[in-house]
């Protein structure tokens, strides 16, 4: 796992647009995972920069998203979807199409996890997956307790997921309980990682994910495991490590 800490946000953002726009300047038809949450929000912005600025190409890569609420409409504005469309993919030259999300309104939930995995593996599998982490250590939605070995799958939200997510929605009853998500082992199955955090609310998270040990009960343990992951922390997430260091 390479560790890098940068000093704030902003240096965040630039440090993880950079290594997205290394991987799409080497291979234009390169197949991102993307994330959701407050933390990627810098990074789109200055890969929309990058492309308006410095012609970064976004015309034949395809992106698969990491997770979907269930039973949320596309218009939404809580949606991943819409998310994405308001952050990115309305903001660079990628084509719908070459867009695809957890498809969580639909009826036949596995039918579609399943469609999900398959489409990812007929494009090749993920050259490039974007992470951010939850406090209590879910990727994508694998919350606490979930197989490493999943595919793509319906999962039911953590308490502590649903109380960190309420800040988005009116009040917390309003956030839905299910999502669908990529499972542990299509995370797993991308060639490289790159997670990002900030803040000191997650240092605790960061300290356990890369000193811990590997285990389902912190689901971000298994990347401990994965050959290429590159793990960027602004310093307020990084905390723990440079101070458990020194006293250690
Ligand atoms: C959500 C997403 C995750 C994301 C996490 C952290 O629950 N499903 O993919 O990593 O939140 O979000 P934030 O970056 O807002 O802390």
Redesign the pocket.
């Known amino acids: 796992m390479k560790v890098i800490v940068v000093s704030s946000y902003d240096e965040l953002s630039i440090s993880a647009a950079e290594v997205i726009e290394h991987q799409v300047r080497v291979n234009p038809f390169s197949v991102l995972g993307l ?6 929000i810098g990074t789109y912005r200055t890969l929309v920069k990058k492309h308006l600025e410095e012609k970064l190409d976004f015309s034949r890569v395809t992106t698969f998203n ?2 979907e609420y269930c039973n949320i409409e596309p218009s939404n504005p809580q949606s991943y979807a819409y998310f994405m469309k308001e952050n990115f993919f309305s903001k660079v030259n990628i084509a719908d199409h070459m867009t695809n999300l957890p498809e969580s309104h639909a009826e036949d939930i596995e039918a579609v996890c399943m469609a999900y995995e398959n489409k990812i593996s007929s494009r090749g599998g993920i050259d490039l997956q974007l ?5 209590n250590g ?4 694998n919350e606490p307790g979930d197989s490493f070995k999943s595919d793509t799958h319906r999962i039911k939200l953590d308490e502590r ?1 649903i109380k ?2 309420a800040r988005f929605f009116k009040s917390i009853d309003d956030v839905p309980r299910y ?1 669908i ?1 990529m499972g542990i082992k299509t995370i797993f199955s991308a060639k490289k990682i790159l997670l990002i955090a900030s803040g000191v609310d ?1 240092a605790e998270i960061i300290y356990e994910m890369i000193h811990g040990q590997v285990r389902p009960a912190v689901p971000a343990t298994i990347l401990q495991m994965h050959p290429d992951v590159t793990v960027i922390l602004d310093k307020d997430a990084a905390a723990l490590l440079e101070r458990r260091r020194t006293f250690n």
């Open positions: 994330a959701t949450g407050s933390t990627p990491l997770d992470l951010g982490i939850g406090r879910h990727i994508g939605f997921t960190d997510n999502a998500s997650k």
